[in-house]
């Protein structure tokens, strides 16, 4: 059965600038007339939320790296079957503020965790349903820490600049691989016009109210 609703997704390394994007991606689609739901990951359910209170902010017991990528994919799972799917039922727009791939680049390239293992764990919680597109919003990991500098860090964004490395790299080797809905964006452009870019393609793909209309 073809749904009704999109999917989009927002990746990238901490910093990129995707949270911005995503809102105003958000405003223009209301704007313009379609209904629109974000969430972010981890969270966006109360189970989830509470996994994302722990796996990024509690710092006072460990969390082994296998742990780590089934608390992710635990969020996801309840976030798809509680939210997503019912919404895209609805025929309502979902952009999503990470997804499977950040698995996939943060645990599996970023902490040396086998990439294929979490792809097949990623398919089990999502039930195969990957976005339309992935917006990909690549910036120097430089970059990413001079916009960083003097915000109080996560726990992951406390790691050191090789991990942010290796994560920019699995992406960009996932946008090669899936390049059937990957589109890989210049973060370092300005905010607006990259906002142009990112509209366009999602327009692209469901289509613009006012050329439905004539
Ligand atoms: P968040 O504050 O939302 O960061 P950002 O605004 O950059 O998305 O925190 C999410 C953090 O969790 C971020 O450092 C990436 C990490 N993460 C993973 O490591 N694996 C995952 O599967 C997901 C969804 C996030």
């Known amino acids: 059965m073809k749904e009704k609703g999109s999917l989009f997704s927002f990746e990238g390394i901490d910093g ?18 379609y209904r629109v739901e974000v969430f972010r990951e981890p969270g966006g359910t109360a189970l989830g939320e509470e996994l994302r209170r ?11 790296e296998r742990a780590e990528v089934l608390l992710y994919v635990t969020s996801r799972a309840q976030l798809v079957r509680e939210k997503v799917f019912p919404l895209l039922e609805q025929g309502t727009i979902v952009l999503l503020d990470r997804y499977a791939d950040s698995s996939v ?16 764990l990623n398919d089990f919680a999502i039930e195969k349903r990957y ?21 109080e860090k996560d ?20 946008a090669k691989r899936f390049s059937d809905r990957f589109v890989i964006l210049d973060g370092e452009q300005p905010p607006d016009v990259l906002r142009k870019i990112i509209l366009r393609s999602v327009l692209e793909v469901v289509g613009h109210p006012k050329l439905e209309t004539r």
Do not use: N
């Open 16 to 33: 990129c600038g995707k949270t911005t994007q995503i809102y105003g991606i958000r405003d223009d689609l209301l704007e313009l007339g």
């Open 54 to 64: 722990i796996v990024l902010h509690r710092k006072d017991f460990p969390i082994c």
């Open 105 to 120: 680049a943060y645990q599996g390239y970023g902490r040396h965790l086998p990439v294929e293992e979490i792809i097949r």
């Open 131 to 151: 976005p339309c597109k992935t917006f990909f919003i690549d910036i120097s990991v430089e970059e990413a820490e001079s916009r960083l500098s003097g915000k």
């Open 155 to 174: 726990r992951l964004e406390g790691e050191e600049q090789e991990f942010f490395h290796r994560i920019r790299l699995g992406y960009l080797a996932l």
